[in-house]
């Protein structure tokens, strides 16, 4: 949530980052909001200064035997009680709507996120790898959505019937790919300082909305009967560990990481991406979160973007990094990156990690705050990140696709092949 007296002091700036971020900001109702509720504390202020001063005089004028003065005066405080009772009403409605209004607000692009209206104004920012030349190779490369069940180790037609479309099975060593994969996404990161945690794969609202998917995109969620949400991203329990804490400033930076199942509802995303594995209901991912001093948190985003870009690497997939534009970032981002991995079946690039500086947005609807006595009084909300460490779909995709041998069957990747139990060729079963 952005900083109510940063937008009140800052509204032409305000303005023209939402329309940079094709979003929809209603500035006169801010400002109407705004003064309804500033001079209705003001009136607040002014009345029960009023009522305390008459309260006081009433004793007075007892004790001079003013009686009727007395009664007069306790008579004005009857009615000052009753103007600040509805004039308190009529705030609270005011607060109720700047908080619908301000919660309904994305986050300011950062200084550094270019301008742009859509994906088409990305800007690359580097690329890793060499795709590989299959017809120089004379194999004619198959997407992961035939390979896949042609081996044996994903069916679609069986995860329809027991779920719904865009769910799948995975058998064999398509199983033990996923469980290998998410091993040695975990293992990575934790032995670089990232501490795993085992998450629940449900979250209430009031967590949601710490990280930004409630209340605006609660139609991409799947809800339960008793109030709960399947998680979207591991991102959300992560983010609100420290939810309505304060922490010392020794702490920061804290690095986080997690594997979790993650449900989206993919509400409009009709006829994109439905055949295969990269756009599905429910797909593993293991995700990283940092909390970082403001000063810090830019420092910290290149460093988790070079954290996915490692498991990549170790993977020897080609990729590149993007930097996404004002029209592009999501709602929670002040700045982000996207790393895309190669993809033969698409001959081009499709995103596997989005890594973002959340900046205080989070924090403010989180409350979370950390306190560093030697540079300020008080606290003050600290800067939430996060970024995709890989999603292992998209990543056993883009294994099965980039690793495809001439015989039909898959080269697992040498730092794989230790989490596969030895395997290193995945053949028909």
Avoid at 91 to 118: C, F, H, I, K, Y
Avoid at 281 to 305: C, N, R, T, W, Y
Avoid at 357 to 374: G, H, L, M, S, T
Avoid at 388 to 416: C, F
């Amino acid at each position: 949530m952005l900083d109510i007296k940063f937008v009140r002091d800052n509204q032409e700036a305000v303005a023209e980052a939402m329309k940079n971020r094709n979003a929809s900001w209603d500035a006169s109702r801010f400002s109407q909001l705004d003064e309804t509720r500033r001079a209705a504390i003001a009136k607040e202020e002014a009345l029960q200064a009023e009522r305390n001063a008459a309260s006081k005089s009433i004793g007075a004028m007892m004790a001079a035997g003013q009686k009727d003065q007395a009664e007069a005066a306790k008579e004005r405080v009857r009615a000052i009680n009753e103007e600040i009772a509805a004039i308190g009403k009529e705030r609270e409605a005011a607060d109720a709507d700047l908080r619908e209004l301000m919660m309904s607000a994305p986050n300011m692009p950062a200084d550094s996120t270019p301008v742009g209206q859509s994906e088409d104004d990305n800007p690359e920012v580097r690329r890793w790898g060499t795709p590989r030349d299959f017809a120089a190779e004379g194999i004619e490369a198959k997407p992961h959505w035939d390979l896949g069940p042609e081996l044996g180790i994903i069916d679609f037609e069986r995860g329809v019937k027991l779920a719904k479309s865009r769910f799948y099975l995975l058998g064999g060593l398509g199983a033990r790919l996923e469980r290998s994969l998410i091993n040695f996404m975990a293992d990575t990161h934790a032995s670089r300082g990232y501490k795993e945690w085992w998450c629940p794969a449900m979250a209430n609202g009031t967590t949601l909305t710490g990280t930004g998917q409630l209340p605006k995109f609660e139609e991409d969620l799947f809800k339960t009967t008793n109030g709960l949400y399947l998680i979207p991203t591991a991102e959300v329990q992560l983010t609100n560990i420290h939810a309505g804490e304060v922490l010392d400033a020794d702490q920061l930076p804290l690095h986080y990481c997690a594997f979790t199942p993650c449900f989206r509802e993919e509400a409009g995303s009709a006829g994109r991406d439905t055949r295969g594995i990269i756009r599905v209901h429910q797909f593993s991912k293991v995700e990283m979160v940092k909390f970082a001093k403001p000063e810090e948190s830019f420092d910290e985003l290149e460093g988790m973007v070079a954290d996915a870009e490692r498991i990549l690497q170790k993977l020897e997939l080609p990729y590149r990094v993007i930097s996404l534009c004002t029209g592009d970032i999501g709602f929670s981002a002040a700045k982000t990156y996207d790393l895309e991995v190669w993809l033969p079946s698409y001959n081009g690039y499709k995103e596997i990690s989005s890594c973002s500086n959340c900046v205080d947005f989070q924090a403010r609807r989180a409350n979370i705050k950390y306190r560093d006595p030697e540079n300020f009084k008080g606290t003050r909300y600290l800067h939430t990140l996060n970024g995709s460490g890989l999603a292992v779909g998209r990543t056993m995709a883009a294994i099965i696709e980039n690793y495809q041998q001439p015989d039909g069957t898959i080269k697992v990747p040498d730092v794989l092949v230790p989490y596969m139990g030895g395997v290193e060729v995945i053949a028909p079963e």
